[in-house]
């Protein structure tokens, strides 16, 4: 299982990015569709913390810290997990991370060591 996350980068406060991840299996889509996916994102010297997760039968679950503000979603078609994030603030810069679970479920307070699979991460800079 590979995941590459794509798009952070650098924004004001109140402005918008949308990251995405690409997923790649020997079923690319039935991984995209049917597993746990979520992010997280971790600071330097902080542990990495979830923000969002979905379930292979579509339930979400946000960090309270993002709720109203980002949401997540997958294009099984294109074997991708979206993550936009809508008025940003500079407590949300952080090394955004892709993450899978070989599980059609996500535990209701997910954490790390519940993913099995992980990206390489993607920065996303908030300035105030």
């Known amino acids: 299982v590979q995941l590459v996350e794509s798009g952070g980068g650098s924004v004001q406060s109140g402005g918008s990015l949308n990251i995405s991840c690409a997923v790649t299996t020997s079923s690319s889509t039935t991984t995209t569709s049917r597993w746990c996916m979520g992010w997280f994102r971790q600071i330097p010297g902080n542990e990495r913390e979830v923000v969002a997760t979905v379930a292979g039968g579509g339930e979400k679950i946000y960090a309270d810290s993002v709720k109203g503000r980002f949401t997540i979603s997958r294009n099984v078609a294109t074997s991708t997990l979206y993550l936009q994030m809508n008025n940003l603030k500079p407590e949300d810069t952080a090394m955004y991370y892709c993450?899978?679970?070989?599980?059609?479920?996500?535990?209701?307070?997910?954490?790390?060591?519940?993913?099995?699979?992980w990206g390489q991460g993607t920065q996303v800079t908030v300035s105030s």
């Open positions: 993450a899978a679970r070989w599980s059609y479920y996500c535990r209701s307070s997910p954490a790390q060591r519940d993913f099995n699979y």
